[in-house]
């Protein structure tokens, strides 16, 4: 009976020991938690570097002629606040890289060019004048005379990412949607310069290029005094 008690005995001794853990197997598990925890950190930045890789890659392929309307199309903006907010937009490519915008609000019309730099990841303003020719009766400049053009400004560049500045203009939003009498778009971003008395922002879309302007005056005392201009409608040519 002895015997069998001692045996009992030293077999409950043994399975105590089997689960109980020394101080240096806790250590070893704790190790291999935070080493466990310490690749699971390391994964998770790789795949946020990749992301960003990527974001910076989609940037880097972006075609800055889709920031323009066709080629012969004319664009119309509904306006709201004063009376020469109602515009419109004639878009002629005279090249791959120059396109010219005729705007006319009634008033004054403006003979824009601009040069795109895909290789830059930016466009420049190269020309700006009033005119009185209308559209169809541009006397447009040629290739070879742009090219000796200096840049008046930048018009837009990258990266697309809120806290990208051009000029005195920075991205403040993206990836907004944006309804407009012409349709909602998606993936609008906002550029924005403002100042003590005012706040401008342009809205682009890929595709289209400006689809709304906003004006936002501030009036000490008074409500802000706010002009808008909205894209209504594009005919292109046929």
Request: with cysteine; aromatic share 12%.
């Amino acid at each position: 009976m002895k015997y069998i008690l001692i045996i009992i005995c030293s077999l409950f001794f043994l399975s105590a020991c089997a689960t109980a853990q020394s101080p240096s197997d806790k250590e070893n598990n704790i190790q291999e938690e935070q080493v466990n925890e310490n690749i699971k950190e390391s994964k998770d930045e790789s795949q946020g570097e990749k992301k960003e890789e990527q974001q910076g890659s989609v940037d880097e392929d972006i075609d800055y002629t889709k920031f323009f309307m066709p080629d012969n199309s004319t664009s119309y903006f509904l306006g709201e606040g004063n009376e020469y907010a109602t515009f419109n937009v004639h878009t002629k490519w005279l090249s791959d890289r120059f396109v010219a915008l005729v705007e006319n609000n009634g008033g004054a019309v403006m003979l824009r060019i601009y040069k795109v730099m895909d290789e830059f990841n930016k466009i420049d303003k190269i020309y700006d004048e009033m005119i009185e020719d209308l559209p169809n009766n541009v006397q447009y400049p040629s290739v070879d005379e742009l090219n000796s053009l200096p840049a008046i400004e930048t018009y837009l560049n990258g990266p697309i990412e809120v806290g990208t500045t051009i000029g005195k203009w920075k991205i403040t939003e993206v990836d907004m949607t944006l309804d407009t009498p012409y349709q909602t778009f998606e993936h609008v971003f906002v550029l924005e310069e403002t100042s003590e008395n005012y706040i401008n922002r342009k809205y682009f879309a890929f595709g289209y290029g400006e689809i709304k302007r906003e004006s936002i005056m501030h009036n000490e005392g008074a409500e802000d005094f706010i002009v808008t201009s909205t894209l209504e409608n594009i005919e292109t040519a046929k």
